[in-house]
């Protein structure tokens, strides 16, 4: 899943911006019906909900509630500085995204139920904005870049646990997202037919392809980051003795 960095920066600037404009929706229909003081709490509030979410725009939209609330306390005009609230820090450099992980893996557990029903969420939000089941796998494929980027940002406020899941669900999301690519479907339904079904099960009985296998001829989906990210949490819980998985 690896891209340029430049590549993953514009996924991240780009629901930056999203999270720019919900947020200023929700302060001027707050506003609209409450006093200053009144709308701050609730935003704060609201934040903090999201702070908990492993889905990665939720993380972006409680850091801007958060500096909107901020702004109100200080008398501002509510992200009046734009997508500031999350950019005014610099990209964090590679120590820092280190000491991150070095926390999310002492988490231990592989929160794999939890990140699957992330991608449910996910997949149900996408589905009210998508047209078609190609443009629902386009996005699909940007959220799980999303996710890959901010698990490991020290920015997003999520804590060690919330971050293991937006970790988790990197892999399950383009998995998903392969299921939902329409050219990956007619690709399946071409492999299921009958007749192709009997050759491939003649080709696997043969000793040809015994040796094939056996010589390493066979390989598996191309790796990412990701996957070498969570194999190495999982030798590392593993040799513990104490790993719990998540059915």
Known sequence: ?????????????AAAI???????????????RKSPDAARELLLGHAA???SSAVGRDQLLSKALEAAAADLSSGRSPLGEGASFFFRE????STARRIVRQQVFR???IP?????EVVADLERRLRREA????ALHKRLVAEAHLH???WDDPRVPADANTRLIMLCVVPKAMARAQELDPSHARFVRRRDAPRLRRARALALASPQSATAASRGHWRPPVPSRVAGWLWALGVLVAGAGWILLDA
């Not at 610099?90 to 450099?93: G, H, I, L, Q, T």
């Not at 047209?131 to 190609?134: E, M, P, S």
């Open 1 to 13: 899943m690896s891209r340029p960095d430049g590549d993953l920066a514009d996924v991240v600037a």
């Open 148 to 150: 890959e980027r901010l």
């Open 112 to 116: 794999s139920r939890k990140a699957h």
């Open 49 to 51: 909900d999201l702070a």
């Open 107 to 109: 988490r231990g557990a």
């Open 90 to 93: 610099r990209e964090p450099c």
């Open 18 to 32: 999203d999270a720019l404009l919900a947020a200023r929706w929700q302060c001027a229909d707050l506003l609209s």
């Open 131 to 134: 047209a078609d089941g190609r």
